[in-house]
């Protein structure tokens, strides 16, 4: 690696090698990032086409039309299968291409390797590997939405019989076949990045660089690509068995089963298994999701209140606990799968023990705002924001995890308020904050900050104004995945919201915009960035505004200090940056 | 419409092009940093977290009086004692809510950036972590002991003089079955579901016709195969589709043999089928009466949800499911209560399980127990009228997936 000296500027490199299979961190870190907002947009859109018919079921609307045209939006107005595969579609982009892939993908490849101090990641090779098979698997599920018979339509959780079984409606034909696929490749890119992750952090930190000095967007991002490692590969075997169900005769998932005239050939399968199977990865999988943004906003609030973020050691033992738990909660979302109820207790204790570290997460960002010296950058105004949605959605998990209450709102809207806000939006925030601080490290010049301030302020009150509101439609006992719910009199009363959240998501989807314009007009129009603009203390602020290869033009840098010391009395500045040693006498944290 | 939506959009676009122009210049023209946080842009977010907190909490408020009483009074048991675990967890979290979001939002407000000031320099406190890793720790104590008390009152076993009634659902529509006056279900196999056997109810002579279909099916089938033999023409897969409609139909009749006729409380449950009446549209259940329900899918999961009962179970294909309730609200009572006299009590789906997910519904009657003898008498048993009279029921107009038991 010593090799990687000033001659870096000179030897010209092909366009290709560049931009295209690029093996350098930071250009893979942009490719993730740009992919994933472009299924972001996707992922919105049809959010919008359904929230079109909910909240105005029957109304004609040509937009769908223009879009969707006559087969799946006949008249304007949504079909029935077509309702469903879009809410599939847009679940299953948000979690695994925006929120998984992306978030995961752009932070760690940018973060990682320039938070402790690497030339580049572990394997190189292996990180291109996971891009592109991410990008194929990303063409593969949008691909999925122009087939005979429509995208994959039984849920982002893929029930079977449902999923196995193609006359049991026209997703679960060539739609669920691309699905499938499509999960097979991300899996793939997930692990090839993960394993990545791992071994860069574990073997690349620099000089000084001890465990306990990482940053906690590190450790974050370090536990979450375990959790990853482990639990995917328990996906990838729930869909090969799935596979195997739909192509091959067997019956793994079913049994006793009579369907469009014909008793099936199927004895002895468990549908149950499958969602034993789905949700190990299931749970695990939404603090993967979760996880880089708590720690990106670690990072955020501890700079931008000049503050240390307070109890570093138990965030990290927090994250730590998150980590470990999510693998022993997963039967929680199976409470009245008539699993035995003894079973259905022991998920009850182990779920809401996660409540714990949790609440010590939240008290902890709030104790390091407290006498603080905040400036609100666009970026702490998504992470204060985060922390918000991070309790207010969290609490509604108690409900979820007590299964007495689970029977009467499993399944409800009540469940999809819930994973919207702890879920959706903590994590969309936390990327957001990711991308409003660290534009200048990866474009070299500065996001439009009223912008910015535009931005966040229309998103944090639409999406509240969508989640918050479902919360009642949902302990009213609405269901969810229902395309019309004027049969049912006894939601009459609660429907009146509809309309109103759906004007909220038009609105929030449409402020995205001016995120979208922000991004790609700075690309080339932004002001030009200093060194180190949000004056912080971590190791990315020491390389080059210019990109260089291995990072660092020169020696890498040598770490003294953990990366919070922010208005530490023993010096003048209120940032200390993690490469200036200790003074004499100093007391090192 | 569409060109009217897409010239807003490009206008927008091009509003917003305009004004960051605009503010780029005048931000060279003041030589401004973007990173350097104004003064003026810190203290109106700062202020903006006030309002927000106010707007948020207001509406948060407002919800609460206007739809928190989400659902009638619960019409079961078990519902009264969830409902007020319910409103215990409501509080409790409604209360942490309010108190976490109130200091966020003051923190944020109150400690916004002063160029004369510096930030505490207070990276950890114990005492402060234990208090919030206790806290909640006993807390969660608390909420998991009181839930699991009730979780197992709700899942406990049965009462022995509970009613059993089975509801069996398919896309997409619900049938409900009652035991008869032996209380015992009459068996049931899948492989005997036909148009004339909506459940599949197996006795000996649906056995004994079933097989016969089988035979007849079988009988032509391999008649095909060898006039396409004997032909030699018929394309390869036209053969091969025959040759798997030959092994299909050979499994299907051997999967029949393989039933074995079990004895329960004395008595063939081939033979117990006889008094068990099958009913669809809607059910009916005795009010004070403890209820068992078994359920039973016949394709894919759905989910018997029953909110006014609290009561929620999937139905799975290939394993059956229960779920004991005791009914304390007749629907003539709710009706008055509600003043609404086309109140009704509902059975719905809540699993997605196709395109007619979101009306798959079946009505609940909650009747005193005399109203309910009295349904009960006037509905058909399964022999009584004969198996033929059993498809005569009101049928649902989804009922289309019926079509011929075979085709070759
Ligand atoms: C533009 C903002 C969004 C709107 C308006 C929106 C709205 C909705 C609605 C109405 C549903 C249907 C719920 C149902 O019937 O079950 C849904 C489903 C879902 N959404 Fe969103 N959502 C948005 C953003 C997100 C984000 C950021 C995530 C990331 C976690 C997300 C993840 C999901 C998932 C996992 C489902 C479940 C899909 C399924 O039932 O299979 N959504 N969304
Ligand atoms: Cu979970
Ligand atoms: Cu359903």
Sequence with gaps: ?589 | MNLFILLVVVLAIIAIAQLTKVYDLSRTLRNSREEEVSAADNRVNANAWIVWMFVFFGSVIYLYAKYGDYLPESASEHGVAMDKLMSLNIWLITIVFFIVNYLLFTFANKYRFNPNRKAKFFAHDNRLEMLWTLVPGVTMAFIIVYGLITWNNITGPASADAMKIELYSKQFDWTARYPGENKVFGAVDYNLIGTTNALGMVTKEGVAQKLAELDHNIESTEKAIADGVAKGTMPDSYMESLEEQLYKLKRHKQRILDLKENELNGQSQWLAGADDKIVKGEFHIPVGQEVEFVFRSQDVIHSAYMPHFRAQMNTVPGVPTRFKMKPTITTAEMRKKLGNDKFDYVLLCNKVCGAAHFNMKMTVVVDTPEDFNAWLAEQKTFSGEGAKKEEAAPAPASDTTMVAQTKI
């Excluded at chain 1, 979302?333 to 182990?350: A, D, E, Q, W």
């Excluded at chain 1, 060194?531 to 203390?537: A, E, G, I, L, T």
């Excluded at chain 1, 602020?541 to 210019?546: A, G, M, N, R």
Aim: charged share 10%; net charge neutral; hydrophobic share 50%.
């Design chain 1, 1 to 589: 690696m010593g090799a990687h000296t000033h001659d870096h500027g000179h030897h010209e490199e092909s366009f290709i090698s560049k931009y295209i299979f690029s093996h350098d961190h930071k250009m893979i870190s942009k490719q993730f990032l740009i992919t994933a907002i472009f299924m972001g947009i996707v992922a919105v859109m049809l959010s919008i086409f359904f929230r079109l018919q909910l909240g105005w079921p029957g109304e004609k609307f040509a937009i769908l039309n223009a879009f969707l045209g006559d087969k799946w939006a006949p008249d304007g107005i949504l079909d029935k299968n077509a309702y469903l595969a879009m809410v599939t579609i847009h679940g299953t982009i948000m979690v695994f291409f925006v929120l998984t892939g992306g978030l995961s993908g752009t932070f760690a490849n940018l973060l990682i390797p320039l938070q402790i101090g690497a030339r580049d990641m572990a394997s190189g090779f292996m990180n291109m590997l996971s891009y592109w098979f991410f990008l194929v698997s990303s063409l593969i599920m949008l691909a999925s939405l122009f087939v005979e018979g429509g995208a994959a339509s039984g849920g982002w959780t893929i029930y079977p019989p449902l999923s196995a079984l193609p006359q049991a409606m026209p997703g679960s034909g060539t739609g669920m076949t691309l699905w499938l696929i499509s999960m097979v490749l991300f899996v793939a890119s997930s692990l090839l990045g993960g394993l990545n992750y791992i071994v860069t952090i574990i073997n690349l930190r620099t000089k000084g660089m001890k465990m306990t000095r990482l940053p906690l967007t590190v450790w974050a991002l370090l536990v979450t690509a375990i959790l990853g490692v482990l639990s995917f590969p328990v996906l990838v075997s729930a869909v090969v068995l799935l596979i195997m169900d739909r192509t091959m005769g067997t019956a793994f998932y079913l049994s006793d089963i009579f369907i469009q005239g014909e008793a099936l050939d199927v004895t002895g399968g468990s549908p149950i298994l499958f969602q034993h199977l789905f949700w190990f990865l299931g749970h695990p999988e939404v603090y993967i999701v979760l996880l880089p943004a708590l720690g990106i906003s670690s990072e955020v609030i501890a700079t931008n209140s000049r503050k240390p973020i307070f109890g570093y050691k138990a965030m990290i033992g927090s994250i730590l606990a998150i980590g470990f738990l999510s693998f022993i909660v997963w039967g929680h979302h199976m409470y009245v799968t008539g699993m035995n109820p003894f079973i259905g207790s022991v998920f009850v204790f182990t779920t809401l023990l996660i409540a714990i570290p949790s609440a010590v997460k939240a008290f902890n960002y709030i104790t390091t705002l407290w006498q603080g010296n905040i400036k609100f950058t666009p970026a702490m105004m998504f992470s204060v924001g985060l922390v918000s949605t991070f309790v207010t959605g969290g609490l509604t998990g108690i409900i979820l995890a007590d299964s007495a209450l689970d029977v009467n709102v499993h399944d409800t809207y009540f469940v999809v308020a819930h994973f919207h806000i702890v879920m959706g939006m903590s994590a969309i925030f936390g990327m957001l904050a990711g991308v409003y601080h660290w534009f200048p490290k990866m474009y070299g010049r500065m996001l439009n900050s009223k912008l910015g301030y535009a931005h966040f302020w229309l998103t944090m009150v639409c999406g509240f104004g969508v989640f918050f509101p479902m919360h009642f439609v949902g302990i009213a006992g609405a269901p969810r995945r229902y395309y019309d719910y004027s049969e049912f009199d006894y939601l009459d009363h609660v429907m009146d919201l509809n309309p109103m959240i759906s004007t909220f998501a038009i609105i929030g989807g449409a402020a995205q915009l001016l995120f979208i314009f922000n991004f790609f007009h700075s690309i080339w129009y932004g002001q030009k960035a200093t060194q180190n603009p949000w004056k912080s203390n971590t190791l990315e602020w020491t390389t080059p505004v210019q990109h260089v290869h291995g990072n660092w033009p020169g020696a890498l840098p040598e770490v003294h200090r953990w990366a919070y010391d922010y208005s530490n009395p023993e010096h003048e500045e209120d940032f200390v940056p993690q490469i200036v040693p200790l003074k004499q006498g100093e007391h090192a944290h």
